[in-house]
């Protein structure tokens, strides 16, 4: 789109599922000379590198086209800890304190939407958001953005939509600190 930030097609998302199957593999292979500590360190460089990089713009999408991608990821963590498919990967990603790649996306957009709010981020970006403006005091009127109407459902998963969208949910549960984040 125009705005600068765009939806990827499937295209992008399948490209990042087939680097992280070969990184799977890799770790796969090289497990019986590694210990956990050095396997968590080959999953952050050669996986997870690939699961944040840009992550605010090719996994903003559907939560469907994004399956596959959290599949890999729970695998590798079944991987480093030597268990079988039977083991819930999710207990494993809260075990290393890891955020899955919905918790990731959703985390980058708060951290993009935080540094727009306090001009941050660069000038081009500071426009995405309106800030909420009207004659009442309202508890979060000052921390809030406008979260624009969208009538497809495509423009749902656009910054735009997305950056307030998301901040609002959080103020409005008042999450205080990084230890409640696993509550969304």
Not at 34 to 44: A, G, P, R, V
Not at 54 to 73: F, M
Request: glycine fraction near 2%; include cysteine.
């Amino acid at each position: 789109t125009s705005d600068g930030i765009c939806i990827f097609d499937g295209i992008k998302i399948k490209s990042i599922e087939n680097k992280i199957s070969k990184n799977i593999s890799m770790l796969y292979k090289v497990k019986p000379f590694f210990n956990t500590e050095s396997l968590k360190i080959i999953y952050f460089s050669f996986i997870h590198s690939y699961l944040s990089y840009c992550n605010l713009a090719w996994a903003s999408t559907n939560y469907r086209k994004l399956k596959k991608i959290y599949c890999k990821q729970k695998h590798a963590f079944r991987i480093i800890f030597g268990v079988n498919r039977t083991v819930n990967g999710e207990s494993l990603l809260k075990k290393l304190n890891v955020l899955n790649i919905y918790k990731l996306n959703i985390y980058q957009v708060m951290l993009f939407t935080f540094k727009t709010k306090h001009a941050l981020s660069p000038n081009i970006f500071r426009t995405y958001f309106t800030k909420i403006s009207h004659k009442y005091p309202t508890k979060f009127s000052s921390d809030n953005f406008v979260i624009p109407r969208s009538y497809l459902k495509l423009n749902s998963f656009q910054i735009q939509y997305r950056g307030p969208f998301i901040w609002k949910s959080f103020l409005k549960n008042m999450v205080n600190s990084f230890n409640d984040f696993d509550k969304y």
